[in-house]
């Protein structure tokens, strides 16, 4: 088995070296950030996850006054590890302004929760909402993708070079983000059965496991395995947050370090809605959301440059909307399309051996079935939310693929609306090749099989502002000087076949060189 030592259903997935975990509350020792709320900002990057922390970090190590603007709210780990909502309790922390969750069939209350499900026209789109933006609740995994991969991902687009991504950014995001993978003496507990069986599996179909880099700090998991933290990570908690802390989310990182720097500020609960020029400059209008979810009134934010970090659904909202209501009319037409979902499909497995199936997460061993390029699957294992009634074994999967990213953002009737046309021939191929990974995977365990494999529900929503078409090859949009685009939207549906975090962040991480470059030109 290889070890990387590099630095549904409802009820599947309910189931800068030297950056330390900083606790999410700190105070700014010596911080110089003294702005109002309505005074003029030097920089707003709106958003606080992957992308956002990265380019308020880098900022912030030049001394930039920052305001980053996050709709939700900030989420403490708590001593009593009741931070979030859990599948045996779910409340209104589990989901964005929503009574319902597709993970679950609760009535929840109305709250600035952690999760948004957005029911777009073919699937359903899920974001994180709160400081630290989607860490807070996809898997952790931070893998890199092979150069094949990532050039069938990004063809016919001026997409970022991938020798320029190995030989600097991957290690420079690693060095953010701290990904370390899961421990032997972890992976040999009673709470890993499944992540064992599973790479037993792969090994037989000849297909060697991969032991990935994840943003888990296993000292916290092993805590979890002798009770004295609360059981998250090896409960098969992840969707609605970790209560032990045992997640490296970048709230507790990235952010953190940047926050302690003393010019980045956070503004939480500001729902942006709007974004328009003005002179030189551009307005930003937020709606302040309350703990009841309510719209307790609205702020008004100028600044000379605007980073657009809110992820790939909600940047796209906002673009989309500015360019088609005349307030940015200048975007480029192409905004909004070359969407995809990263090719993810939810699966399950069942006729297994008892595997512990309710146990062992988040995904830390991968199957990669990359020998055919155009038929390129990677299978990430999952507990399963429940145990089967006749007493076998269960996994979960989610199999990530090359996409086309023929989605498309549309502005109708006051709403921005997504389409994703999920019977293209060439999304339904993505399907069938994670299908034919989970075969060879089947035809080795005797009585297993898949229950199904749902195509229609993506965590990793990427594209809609095209390098080298809607922006330059930094994230700058065209006819805006100080409007910048620097997460997931930049990748044109696809990650190559892998979970875009690691990528997004080295993206970021590069945009945020050319926003301080043009930050100092502008102040010459």
């Not at 005074?39 to 930039?64: D, K, N, P, T």
């Not at 150069?147 to 991902?153: M, N």
């Not at 421990?183 to 599973?198: E, I, K, N, Q």
């Amino acid at each position: 088995m290889e070890r990387n030592h590099r630095t549904s259903r409802r009820t599947f997935l309910g189931g800068a070296a030297g950056i330390g975990v900083l606790a999410a509350g700190a105070t700014l020792a010596g911080g110089r950030f003294r702005a109002e709320a309505d005074e003029h900002q030097s920089v707003i990057v709106i958003g606080s996850g992957y992308a956002g922390a990265v380019v308020a970090y880098r900022l912030a190590q030049h001394g930039i006054d920052t305001t980053v603007l996050e709709r939700g709210r900030r989420w403490r780990i708590t001593p009593q590890g009741d931070t979030f909502a859990t599948p045996d309790h779910p409340d209104g922390r589990a989901a964005w302004l929503s009574t319902t969750s597709p993970f679950t069939t609760a009535t929840l209350n109305r709250y600035p929760g952690v999760l948004e499900a957005y029911p777009a026209d073919g699937i359903t789109v899920l974001a994180g909402a709160g400081v630290g933006g989607g860490s807070l609740v996809n898997n952790s995994v931070l893998m890199q993708p092979s150069e094949e991969l990532y050039l069938a991902s990004v063809a016919g687009t001026d997409a970022v070079d991938y020798a320029e991504l190995a030989a600097t950014w991957y290690p420079r995001a690693r060095a953010l983000l701290r990904p370390q993978p899961m421990p032997d003496d972890v992976l040999a507990s009673r709470f890993y059965t499944a992540a064992r069986m599973f790479a037993d599996e792969a090994t037989r179909a000849g297909l060697p496991p991969l032991f990935v880099d994840m943003g888990i700090d296993w000292s916290v998991v092993r805590q979890e395995m002798t009770g004295a933290r609360v059981p998250s990570v090896v409960a098969g908690q992840s969707i609605w947050g970790v209560n032990s802390g045992a997640r490296l989310s970048v709230d507790r990182t990235v952010l953190a370090a940047a926050e302690a720097v003393g010019c980045v500020r956070v503004v939480t609960q500001a729902n942006v809605t709007d974004i328009e020029r003005r002179g030189h400059g551009y307005v930003v209008t937020t709606q302040r959301i309350d703990e009841h979810g309510q719209v307790a009134g609205t702020t008004r934010y100028t600044a000379d440059t605007v980073v657009f970090a809110a992820g790939s659904l909600n940047t796209n909202r906002l673009l989309v909307r500015a360019r088609d209501t005349g307030r940015l009319p200048s975007l480029s037409a192409g905004i909004g399309q070359g969407w995809g979902n990263n090719g993810d499909n939810i699966s399950m497995r069942g006729g297994l051996p008892f595997n512990n199936p309710t146990q062992g997460g988040p995904s830390g061993v991968v199957i990669r079935d990359w020998a055919d390029r155009n038929a390129a699957a990677t299978l990430l294992n999952f507990p399963w939310a429940t145990e089967p009634a006749d007493g076998t074994g269960a996994l979960g999967t989610l199999g990530v693929a090359v996409v086309p990213a023929v989605g498309t953002f549309a502005y109708r009737a006051g709403q921005v609306e997504l389409t994703w046309p999920g019977t293209n021939p060439k999304v339904r191929a993505t399907t069938t090749a994670v299908n034919a990974t989970l075969d060879r995977i089947n035809a080795v365990t005797q009585g297993s099989f898949t229950g199904f494999t749902d195509p229609g529900t993506t965590a990793h929503p990427l594209g809609g502002v095209r390098m080298g078409r809607d922006c330059d090859g930094f994230g700058a949009l065209h006819g805006y000087p100080g409007l910048w685009v620097v997460d997931g939207s930049l990748l044109p549906g696809s990650c190559g076949a892998v979970p875009p975090a690691l990528t997004i962040t080295a993206i970021a991480d590069r945009c945020s060189t050319a926003i301080l470059t043009s930050l100092r030109e502008r102040a010459a």
